[in-house]
């Protein structure tokens, strides 16, 4: 089949068939499509856009572009979490053991923070000697052997959809909602999972930042990971405001670590919700629970007796890392640091913060990466004290900023206070779980 | 100004200023725009289209891309003609030297068959010892000594053209009126002109399929070459047959040298009429006739007296081409080749010939090319001798071809025959030209 042909007939608003669909994914895999073939017809796609029996299809031939994980000698129901990424989003470092430790396999495979948004493998690499870079057979043995593990993607899984997105991000063909369920389900699928969970944010900080663009992208992916044979569901959670009590790799590390320990920080109340909220679905579709309030006990009894954090200090150990940070957290703050809090200038409530903002102020400190060759201070970060509806007065702290040096406080706190919309309205709280999907 | 964000102003529909479109074609030209970057926006560029003046800047940005000829030193008006393309049409051969012969400089640069269609550099490379590859400064003498000469693009001239033309036939990009226009005139724009007349084809053997896209496709052309300074004029001519007596590069020109030499062949009367028409355009244009009616006046004379027929001898014998087929016109058919009629199968009326398929039956037998590296056996081709509405016998000839062997005549014989549709009905005859543009 001629590229030539299959472009053509996405360019003209046809529905392409699975034949077409595979011969495109298996030119992007063998090199046989030049990548200004596939930019092209990626354009076309984005313009004419993909009805779900074409997104089924792209996502399946992209997933099976490269291997898929047999957890078959795994008896356990393997499930997964998959977040679309926000300022603060930690959840992973919390619900990987919680789950784990109720006898559910979490074989979890994560990304580099990029642009205002973290990184899971970024933070976990704050943990000293914590090794993200797992072979495809020792990220098998340690889910097995511990009950999940924590990866970056290999080269062997769905190198389709790596080529294919590098092409995006070069071509302003990012931001269209067929292809990004393809990109996350390809992924996510080659986990060999049995059931997923997708934390879909919206609001300021989010890359899908109305409700409307959420949900419609919640419902397509649900609909593709049913239509793959995985039980899947969908949380539409609030992004309108860091989530948590810290930004920044090591400090968020530290605040899961103190809520591993049952032992949670002021402003962690969210996460620990929210986190709760996607590891109850995970027990439900997991057969481990018959109602997500059933769910919610018994995760909260898994804290409680320290069986979750077993299950992290077993799996830092298993990777490599200094399993002392459970027994101290504080090991994870670096005491090198400049610690200064961001004073308010005027009177009033939080009407709004500029989340994005707040990622950027912390990643032009080194926190995150503009570009994706960017190193990452682990260090550097900030602990948001006032959240949206929190009434201030001129003098009183913000937030607190963990940096370097001088220089880097004045630029980032500039950029932190300038985030911060204070005025006279006090405003009804967004609801954290806006919806829930499939 | 970053590729990413140019693209993306067209995939969302906004119009391309002249600083964006500068920026794309500059970056096609010195390299900093990737390949993929290139196609990406040609296909948001074919899906959302082009305005009229982003289809003058983007036809601006490309003729100043390369090297821009300057004729200041030629005192004459220059003028010069472009075809879309069809089966047996060979115009170039006959107005270029009749347009010289009256005092009007012809600088004309010219394209290779693909497909269905001829070229000029194809036909005239059957004279022996022609040749097509004139520096620009033997073109400029040439033109400046014998009034006209032929020769292909240099890489000097239009280079972003070049580029982005081998992306859009990869990337089934080709058929967007706004590309074809802004590709074919930068290119003839180069020539530095003062004036042009475009021949744009309708009919099943023309790209431009509907008469009313030839006239789109006119309008859009005359438009961008006024814009740019240009006195421009379009005919929409009919190409639902072959054009005049031979199909075929020798053949073609040796119909050619005899219209010359004021001894037409049989069949030769449209392309005779349809070369004087845009001829006389040329000339009106230029200021050498006040009307159409006085030019064709001119023109004729310049044929009864001999006169064309010296500047094609002069221009062949500078372009080191064998003159003596001015005199001995039947040197330019193969001695060597299998000469046979194609009869027809039944009794009617030719109801309507499938042109593209007489072009590509004779293409398959070598004489023209499926892909551009192909050769190309000059001698091969075909007289058409049953034009739309003709009466015929079974058993009658409906043409003749010229070819190496017997299965070629096979081959070419039945794709023949089967292009004709022999019917009931006395159809009427198509007019030759359909209609003047500007």
């Known amino acids: 089949m001629r590229p030539q042909s299959i472009i053509a007939a996405k360019r003209d608003g046809k529905i392409l068939n699975r034949e077409q669909i595979d011969s495109f994914i298996e030119g992007v895999t063998d090199g046989s499509w030049a990548d200004y073939q596939i930019s092209a017809l990626i354009m076309a796609m984005f313009l004419n856009e993909l009805n779900s029996d074409e997104q089924a299809h792209i996502t399946q031939a992209m997933l099976h572009s490269g291997e898929v994980l047999d957890f078959s000698s795994i008896e356990k129901p393997k499930s997964d979490k998959h977040s679309t990424g926000g300022v603060g989003d930690k ?22 923070g990029l642009g205002h948004t973290g990184g899971t493998l970024d933070k976990l690499e704050s943990i000293p ?44 063909t990012v931001p269209t909602i067929p292809l990004i369920v393809a990109s996350i389900m390809s992924k996510k699928l080659a986990e060999g999972l049995d059931s997923l969970v997708l934390d879909v944010k919206t609001g300021n900080g989010a890359f899908m930042e109305s409700l409307e663009d959420a949900t419609r992208l919640a419902k397509a992916m649900v609909e593709t990971g049913e239509s793959c044979g995985v039980k899947t569901k969908a949380l539409i959670t609030d992004m309108s405001q860091p989530l948590g009590a810290y930004v920044g790799n090591a400090l968020e590390v530290y605040e899961c670590v103190k809520i591993l320990r049952n032992d949670p920080l002021e402003h962690s109340e969210p996460l620990v919700q929210l986190s ?27 804290i409680e007796d320290g069986s979750a954090l077993d299950k992290f200090r077993l799996n830092t150990e298993m990777q490599g890392g200094d399993a002392a940070v459970c027994d101290t957290p504080e090991k994870l703050i670096d005491e090198s640091l400049l610690v200064r809090e961001v004073l308010a200038e005027n009177d009033g409530f939080v009407e709004s913060i500029d989340t994005k903002g707040v990622g950027f ?55 932190l206070l300038s985030s911060y919309k204070i005025g006279n309205s006090t405003l009804k709280m967004e609801a954290l779980i806006k919806d829930v999907v499939g």
């Not at 789950?99 to 979890?108: E, K, Q, Y």
Request: net charge negative.
């Open 276 to 302: 709760l909220e996607l590891a109850a679905r995970m027990l439900e579709m997991s057969g481990r629970a018959e109602t997500v309030v059933e769910a919610m006990g018994i995760l909260k009894s898994k």
């Open 361 to 415: 102020a912390i990643c032009d400190i080194g926190g995150g990466r503009v570009k994706a060759e960017d190193d990452v201070d682990p260090a550097v970060g900030y602990a948001s004290l006032a959240s949206i509806g929190t009434e201030i007065r001129e003098g009183d702290p913000i937030g607190v900023l963990y940096c370097r040096n001088e220089s880097q406080f004045e630029a980032a706190g500039e950029a």
């Open 91 to 112: 959840t992973s470092l919390i619900i990987a053991p919680l789950v784990a430790a109720c006898d559910v396999a979490v074989p979890m495979v994560s990304g580099r």
């Open 129 to 172: 000697g914590y090794n993200v870079n797992l072979s495809t057979d020792e990220f098998k043995r340690i889910v097995s052997e511990c009950g999940y593990a924590m990866s970056g993607q290999t080269a062997d899984i769905a190198p389709a959809d790596k080529k294919i997105y590098a092409l995006r991000d070069a071509t302003a």
